[in-house]
């Protein structure tokens, strides 16, 4: 962007280029686009900086490159994967507006707003409940039944919500996670709710197992752009090499699994991304390989099938708030 400079705070240029995705990729009007983003730089006093930069722009829409300054990729790839119109045209309607906040209680609630479990957030946490996305509730609610035993190893599994709503939901999890800082957090959310995991410090791909497993949950490191709507700047600090690096370890990861799992047993892959490369393309080069592996069939309304996954669908919970967008592949150890 030649309106500004290498002094210029990095959060400004973030700021600028998720105003920039917005006036290149959503339907919202430009003026619009324009007033919020210098709504928002208020709070970091630098609002004459942004509206003269936004303004400069809109003047000159023909000659901006936008390719240059924002990740041009990010309609092809969510296009390539929802095909709807209607999810299209919802999806850049809306694009980057913060889904609800939503709670997840740990015993069924009859005051839920959806699968006995899930409430809105107000001011306040509630007792018994843990914040966790409607999404990433879904993906586990979906796939829980497919694990036979509830003896389940969850290897990326800070800060803990997929391990939590196991738990909750009769599973005896051994939880791992790489990341101090991480499991710190999964600490401080099972002090606040009374219950106990077992959660260890271990780089999964380092580790060597000498037990088997029959379940296995890999939630695993990603690009994080599905969540897009809560944090706009993945998508503007998204860099492809990274995806592709992204794309290494869940493999690497995925094989471990294997390895570790028990013929028979089941390993469920999540990734709270719409990128093909750490998503279907990594199933596709899982059973490409490995000939003992057969995926199974999600029964959902709530998701849409790509190949040899699922990812949720946006309009699911349209009416409740909006949702990430999560990936979710179930492997069966032949
Ligand atoms: C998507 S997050 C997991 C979120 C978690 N399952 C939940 O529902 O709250 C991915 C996690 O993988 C962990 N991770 C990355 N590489 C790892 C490795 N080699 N071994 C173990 N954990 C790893 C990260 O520290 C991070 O906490």
Redesign the pocket.
């Known amino acids: 962007m030649k309106y500004i400079n290498d002094k210029t705070p990095k959060n400004i240029v973030t700021l600028l280029k998720i105003s920039l995705t917005l006036l290149y990729f959503s339907s919202k009007p430009h003026y619009a686009v324009v007033n919020d983003t210098v709504e928002i730089s208020k709070d970091f006093k630098k609002e004459k900086l942004v509206n003269a930069v936004l303004r400069n722009i809109l003047r000159n829409t023909n000659k901006i490159k936008y390719e240059k300054n924002i990740y041009p990729n990010f309609k092809k790839v969510l296009d390539k994967i929802f095909s709807s119109k209607s999810i299209r045209d919802y999806i850049y309607e809306t694009l980057f507006i913060k889904p609800k906040n939503y709670q997840i209680s740990l015993i069924d609630n009859k005051d839920a707003l959806y699968s006995k479990r899930v409430l809105i957030l107000e001011k306040k946490i509630n007792k018994k409940c843990f914040v966790q996305d409607i999404g990433?509730f879904e993906v586990i609610n979906s796939i829980y039944k497919f694990y036979k035993d509830k003896n389940l190893i969850?290897?990326?599994?800070?800060?803990?919500?997929?391990?939590i709503l196991l738990q909750s939901l009769g599973f005896n999890v051994f939880a791992?996670?790489?990341?101090q800082n991480?499991i710190n957090k999964f600490e401080e959310n099972l002090s606040r709710l009374n219950i106990k995991i077992n959660i260890q410090k271990?780089?999964?791909?380092?580790k060597k197992f000498t037990d088997k497993f029959n379940s296995i949950l890999l939630?695993?490191?990603?690009s994080a752009l599905g969540t897009f709507r809560r944090n706009p700047d993945v998508t503007v600090k998204i860099d492809p090499s990274q995806i592709k690096k992204h794309q290494k370890?869940q493999i690497q990861?995925l094989e471990k699994s294997l390895k570790m799992l028990n013929n028979g047993g089941f390993l469920v892959y999540i990734?709270?991304s719409f990128h093909p490369f750490e998503t279907i393309d990594v199933i596709d080069k899982i059973i490409q390989k490995h000939k003992n592996v057969k995926i199974h069939s999600i029964e959902t309304d709530k998701m849409i099938k790509r190949q040899n996954g699922y990812f949720i669908n946006p309009l699911s919970f349209k009416d409740i708030g909006g949702s990430d967008i999560f990936f979710v592949s179930v492997l069966e150890k032949i």
């Open positions: 990433n969850d290897v990326c599994a800070a800060p803990g919500g997929k391990s791992i996670d790489k990341s991480q271990i780089d999964f791909l380092k939630d695993a490191p990603c370890t990861m990734v709270c």
